[in-house]
């Protein structure tokens, strides 16, 4: 298997602009994570699906940030307009959950947002 | 505040030594993770422990669970330079147990 897949690994963009990542997960996982990483704040949930459905958005920063998940395959994670503090690592992870609670997350090897 | 917080921030060593970090949590849990995260990489799942189990090895590593004091240590034996990393502990907590809790991690350096 693959692994989980994200694009793009880099991403350097102006205050304003559109960004937009993306996340493959590992066939047959049914969870999705997407985590932002700073010095500052360490690592952060910023929102999770099960079976594609959006469980708990309420570590998203604010409205300037969605995320999709229209698929078991595909999900993304956008931010507009995008802002200087919006740079960071951004992780994607999965897993199969399973009765009784969280069993071990896949992480991709994230993208890193510069916002100048 | 956090749910896992690791103990201590930063640790170095030198190589073949012992290296210990600690994990304290506020919740009830389900299992508790310990995951490495290499200095520009993702994260890399370790080991689990159950809330039921006490003790767990896996190579070189051995975690412990006290949930009666709400805490997990990670010891990795024998150190060596490639254990250079960041170590982080997540719990699942009973409530909500569909996401991860991870605390702000552990920096372990390695001397040759």
């Known amino acids: 298997d693959a692994g989980v897949i994200q694009s793009p690994r880099h991403e350097v963009t102006e205050m304003g602009q559109e960004v937009t990542l993306r996340c493959k997960p590992i066939?047959?996982?049914?969870?999705l994570f997407w985590y932002r990483q700073t010095m500052m704040r360490g690592l952060e949930l910023l929102i999770y699906?099960?079976?594609?459905?959006?469980?708990?958005d309420s570590g998203m920063p604010e409205d300037r940030f969605s995320a999709k998940m229209p698929n078991a395959s595909f999900s993304t994670l956008k931010i507009q307009p995008s802002e200087p503090r919006d740079s960071a690592v951004y992780f994607c992870?999965?897993?199969?959950?399973?009765?009784?609670?969280?069993?071990?997350?896949?992480f991709g090897p994230g993208t890193r947002l510069l916002v100048l | 505040s956090q749910q896992g917080e690791e103990d201590p921030q930063a640790l170095s060593i030198q190589e073949g030594e012992n290296a210990t970090m600690n994990c304290s949590y506020k919740?009830?849990?389900?299992?508790l993770q310990w995951y490495r995260q290499n200095s520009g990489r993702g994260l890399v799942h370790l080991i689990l422990?159950?809330?039921?189990?006490r003790e767990k090895h896996s190579g070189r590593l051995r975690v412990t669970l006290d949930t009666s004091k709400k805490s997990s240590s990670l010891l990795i034996t024998a150190s060596r330079a490639a254990d250079t990393a960041s170590y982080f502990c997540?719990?699942?907590?009973?409530?909500?147990?569909?996401?991860?809790?991870f605390g702000q991690g552990t920096r372990l350096t390695i001397n040759p």
């Open positions: 992870a999965s897993s199969k959950l399973v009765a009784g609670g969280q069993e071990t997350q896949y």
């Open positions: 066939s047959g996982h049914n969870s």
């Open positions: 699906f099960n079976n594609n459905v959006p469980i708990d």
């Open positions: 919740t009830s849990i389900n299992n």
């Open positions: 422990i159950r809330s039921n189990e």
């Open positions: 997540a719990t699942a907590v009973i409530q909500g147990a569909q996401k991860l809790v």
